[in-house]
């Protein structure tokens, strides 16, 4: 389904706002479908005092004519990597291991273990800042090929699978020498807090986060059959093999999503992932100091040398709204994006379900929509002083 026939049918689907800041949303996102011809977008804005500022417009689901409403939730993506790091932290100030641990201390007894890149001198803390040297299983041509074939049972790639994709491939440079982004590492983070923890990498997440936060529409992303999962819409031609419609009529995904593991594994509504970076942000999250370990960066690229990777979260120090904290997302048929913009004190987050011309790269349609929904939230927020 492509530009004219979301056109066709997406001022229809508009979500009547409750107030003039939701009006205003509203506004952004009613624009944001008229201008790029994507199905769906949520977006949430959270000022400095909490308050949570939602908006839908478009199509959940654009053959069944199902609407698109703030508690739709979509899959996060990648934005899951901060839960899985801001965890990992919890487990430090819990004694249970820290950041310069070598990976073998935790995982060195496992059967695959020697087969890894860099294996005997891997660190949490390189994996958590992608700086270990591994290849991102998720780019591999056989990982692709096989991902094309899944049929939705819950036990084809599970997290070990996922490993073996980059088992005895020679490592992209020293652990600690180079910075590339790898979803390996963090499946092995998942691994690690199962080891520490005795329980699910998800279940770890939950009892830390998810719980105490109350962010009660974020969810694991484990199985096809997701609750009220939005359909996503991705290029018939994707390099992945996999069906443009993302789920079937019942609106049960049509691939595995338990490929991300711990590369990513939620789905989310923009509220909840608005507050959770409001307050994993904010110094909020957690009981005890964890900031500094959080944004303790490092450098992705000596040519950029304005953005940085700290613990699960990118950096960019310098912009045109001061320092921005925040994750990307994205998986076939999804786009997410959450920022908080320290100088403003204001968070914005937004999921649309497709990434056709997005992950390409082919359209400005996510920094576009960053910037708007930046500058909303701040003059929103300069308002109500």
């Known amino acids: 389904m492509r530009r004219r ?17 939701e009006d205003r949303l509203a ?4 624009d944001v479908l008229e201008r790029y011809g994507i199905p769906g977008v949520t ?42 790091a801001a965890t990992l932290l919890a487990l430090e100030d819990e004694g249970r291991l820290s950041r310069d641990d070598l990976l073998s201390a935790h995982l ?20 958590l800042h992608h700086t270990s040297g591994i290849p991102d299983y998720v780019h591999l041509r056989e990982f692709q ?65 998810l719980g105490p936060l109350a962010l009660g529409a974020t969810f694991p992303s484990d199985r096809p059959d997701l ?4 359909v996503g819409y991705t290029d018939p031609a994707n390099r992945f093999g996999l069906p443009a419609r993302t789920s079937d009529v019942e609106g049960h995904l049509l691939w595995n999503p338990a490929v991300e593991a711990a590369g990513g594994g939620f789905a989310s509504t923009s509220a909840d992932l608005a507050r959770w970076g409001h307050l994993l942000f904010g110094g909020a999250a957690m009981p005890g100091p964890y900031l500094d370990r959080l944004i303790d960066g490092v450098a992705v690229d000596p040519d950029a040398p304005g953005i940085r990777y700290g613990a699960g979260v990118a950096i960019y120090a310098d912009t045109p709204r001061g320092p921005v904290y925040g994750h990307g997302g994205w998986i076939p048929g999804y786009v997410s994006s959450l920022r908080h913009y320290a100088a403003h004190g204001v968070s914005v987050a937004f999921q649309i379900n ?28 300069n308002e109500r002083r």
Do not use: C
């Open 145 to 209: 090929e096989s991902w094309a074939r899944l049929t939705g049972d819950g036990s084809a790639f599970d997290a070990e699978r996922l490993l073996a994709f980059v088992a005895r491939r020679a490592p992209l440079f020293e652990a600690g020498r180079g910075w590339a982004y790898s979803d390996t590492g963090y499946v092995l983070l998942g691994l690690v807090i199962e080891e520490v923890t005795g329980e699910g990498w998800h279940d770890a997440v939950r009892t830390r986060l």
């Open 108 to 127: 060195g007894d496992r059967p695959w273990f020697g087969t890894l890149p860099n294996a005997d001198s891997l660190t949490l803390g390189q994996l």
């Open 43 to 84: 977006a949430a804005l959270v000022l400095p005092d909490g308050a949570v500022i939602s908006g839908a417009a478009g199509f959940a689901d654009v053959e069944a004519g199902r609407a698109m409403t703030p508690e739709t939730p979509m899959l996060a993506a990648s934005i899951g990597k901060s839960f899985v």
């Open 354 to 381: 497709s990434d056709i011309g997005i992950a390409d790269d082919a359209s400005d349609l996510v920094p576009a929509l960053e910037a708007a929904l930046a500058d909303l939230a701040i003059t929103l927020k």
């Open 5 to 21: 026939s979301f056109l066709a049918l997406a001022t229809a689907s508009l979500v009547a706002p409750a107030t003039a800041q």
């Open 227 to 230: 609750p009220g999962l939005a």
């Open 27 to 30: 506004r952004a996102l009613r």
